[in-house]
C-alpha cells in the first residue's frame, strides 16, 4: 500500500511559448508521516532515439509531509535547445513528472506535448534553422500516462516482496531426484510402447499363411451354411403358411363345433416335427 497518493496535475500555463516556464499545480494525499522529503522532478525528452538528449528541467524537495491532503505549485525551466537536435525541436515529444521518496520512485506521470509554429505558412514550409521565438508548445494535458510502483517507505512491513514465499514442502525433494525420476518414468513408458509395437509387428509368414487359409475356408463354410440355412427356412415358412391357411379353413367350417381345440393340438404337435427337421438340418451343416 503506498503512503502517498497523487490525486491530481493541472498543467497551468497550456498552451505556451516554446521558451516559457512549466507550472504545475500538483495535489496528493499523505496517509501518515513521513521521515524524510518527497522528491519531485521533471525531465524533457529531447529525442525519440536516444535517451542523450534527456534534461531534467528542475528538482524540487517537498517537507516535511503533513498527514491529510496537500496541495503546492511545481515550477521547471524550459529545456535548454543547444541540447535538442535541430530536427527534434518540433513535432510531438514526452514530458515526464515523477516523485520519489528517499530516492525510490513511486510514481510517474507522462504527457505528451506538441511543438509546432504559430503561423500556417510555416508549419507548411518551415525553415531549415527552427525559428524558437515562433515556436509554441501545446502539453496535452487531458491524456496523461500514470505508472505507479511498489516501494519501501519507512517501516519494513511497507516493503514490497522481493523475491516469492518460502516453500519448505517443496524444498523437502532435491530438483535432480525429482526430475531424474520424471524422466526415468518417461523411459520407461517409451520402451514398453517400443516392445509391445515390435511384438504386434514380429509374425511368422508360415502362421500368417496357415491362419489366412483357415479363416478363408471357415468363411466359405459359413456362407454355405447360410444358403443352406436360408433355402430350408424359406420352406419351413411357406410350409407353416400353407398350414395355417388349411386350419383357418377348418376353423371356419366347424364352428361352434369344438374343433378349435383340436387345431391348436394340431400346431402344437407340427411344431416339434418342424423344430426336429431343423435341427437335423443344422447337424448337416455343422458336419461339413
Not at 1 to 26: R, T, W
Not at 92 to 112: H, K, M, N, P
Not at 267 to 273: F, L
Request: hydrophobic fraction near 30%; charge should be negative.
Amino acid at each position: 500500500m503506498s503512503v502517498v497518493s497523487l490525486l491530481g496535475v493541472n498543467v497551468l500555463n497550456n498552451p505556451a511559448k516554446f521558451g516559457d516556464p512549466y507550472e504545475f499545480e500538483i495535489t496528493f494525499e499523505c496517509l501518515e508521516s513521513l521521515q524524510k522529503d518527497l522528491e519531485w522532478k521533471l525531465t524533457y525528452v529531447g529525442s525519440a532515439t536516444s535517451d542523450e538528449h534527456d534534461q531534467e528541467l528542475d528538482s524540487l524537495l517537498v517537507g516535511p509531509i503533513p498527514v491529510g491532503v496537500n496541495k503546492f505549485i511545481f515550477e521547471a525551466d524550459p529545456p535548454d535547445t543547444k541540447r535538442i537536435p535541430d530536427a527534434e525541436i518540433l513535432g510531438v515529444t514526452v514530458i515526464l513528472l515523477t516523485c520519489a521518496y528517499d530516492s525510490r520512485e513511486f510514481v510517474r506521470v507522462g504527457y505528451y506535448v506538441n511543438n509546432e509554429y504559430d503561423s500556417e505558412d510555416l508549419n507548411a514550409d518551415p525553415p531549415a534553422k527552427p525559428l524558437l521565438d515562433r515556436v509554441r508548445r501545446n502539453v496535452l494535458a487531458e491524456k496523461p500516462r500514470v505508472t505507479r510502483f511498489a516501494i519501501k517507505w519507512d517501516s519494513e512491513e511497507s516493503a514490497p516482496a522481493e523475491f516469492p514465499p518460502e516453500q519448505p514442502e517443496a524444498d523437502l525433494v532435491a530438483d535432480g531426484e525429482e526430475y531424474g525420476a520424471e524422466e526415468a518414468d518417461e523411459d520407461e513408458d517409451d520402451e514398453g510402447i517400443e516392445g509391445s509395437t515390435e511384438a504386434a509387428g514380429e509374425v511368422d509368414p508360415t502362421n500368417a499363411l496357415t491362419e489366412d487359409s483357415e479363416m478363408a475356408g471357415a468363411e466359405t463354410g459359413a456362407n454355405d451354411g447360410e444358403e443352406e440355412l436360408s433355402d430350408d427356412g424359406s420352406e419351413d415358412l411357406e410350409g407353416e403358411s400353407s398350414g395355417s391357411e388349411g386350419e383357418e379353413i377348418e376353423e371356419e367350417e366347424g364352428d361352434g363345433d369344438g374343433d378349435g381345440d383340436e387345431a391348436m393340438e394340431v400346431d402344437d404337435a407340427e411344431k416339434p416335427a418342424n423344430d426336429a427337421s431343423g435341427g437335423h438340418h443344422m447337424d448337416e451343416v455343422m458336419a461339413h
